[in-house]
């Protein structure tokens, strides 16, 4: 259903690394679109957590780093902590979409155990 | 500081339309598209479209093509997106959210608050 692909959820202890994939195709991330992350808490708006593959916005911790090769992205947050449970999306454009200006994968909900 | 500030919650009947405003403010307004995102209750996010302000040059994504219409004041830095035939599956958060172009695709850099959109018989 999305064209991005994400694992629906993950999880890891406070303190620990955890990642999250986003696996596209040829006519999006494998051809050569940028990739970015969003964090969403619950009840509220998306935030934007990491544009251009791997760059933070100002206020953004360092834990948060994207990378992206060949057809695939991932967001890593390492020293998790419980304010970091939430919803992330990867977001990229895709060239089959006629009209289409965005394209998100289905979201993963990050557990902090 | 950027804001966008949309109209509240809203409630139809099958087949009606709705109307969502997004005021934006802190910035110049026709120098930055916008878009419009939903999000289906407990789903994820979804693009449905994009209108320019400055010329007010809209596209939308394929599955909301002949039902959807984006528009905009540029005296009120206010923008519009109205769906029409709604249906159940149209229950919804909708968002706007400021573009911002980074070599290959556009990012979503600020957000509205959301309005949630109820179709209900």
């Known amino acids: 259903q999305f064209v991005l692909t994400q694992p629906p959820s993950v999880s890891g202890a406070p303190g620990q690394r955890v990642t999250i994939s986003c696996t596209g195709s040829s006519s999006n991330i494998g051809a050569g679109y940028d990739v970015h992350w969003y964090q969403q808490l619950p009840g509220t708006a998306p935030k934007l957590l990491i544009f251009g593959n791997n760059n933070r916005p100002s206020g953004v911790p360092d834990r948060f780093s994207g990378s992206k090769s060949d057809t695939s992205a991932s967001l890593a947050i390492t020293g998790l902590q419980a304010e970091d449970e939430a919803d992330y999306y990867c977001q990229s454009y895709d060239s089959s979409l006629s009209g289409s200006k965005g394209v998100f994968g289905g979201g993963t909900k990050l557990t902090v155990l | 500081q950027v804001q966008l500030v949309q109209s509240g919650a809203e409630v139809r009947r099958p087949g009606a339309s709705v109307k969502v405003s997004c005021k934006a403010s802190g910035y110049t307004f026709i120098n930055y598209y916008l878009h419009w995102v939903r999000q289906a209750p407990g789903q994820g996010l979804e693009w449905m479209g994009i209108?320019?302000?400055?010329?007010?040059?809209?596209s939308f994504a394929q599955k909301f093509q002949g039902r959807i219409t984006m528009t905009r004041d540029t005296s009120t830095s206010t923008v519009y997106m109205e769906l029409s035939g709604l249906t159940s599956e149209d229950t919804a958060v909708y968002y706007c959210a400021r573009g911002r172009q980074f070599l290959t695709s556009e990012y979503f850099d600020y957000w509205g608050q959301g309005t949630l959109v109820t179709v209900s018989s």
């Open positions: 209108i320019i302000p400055g010329g007010g040059s809209t």
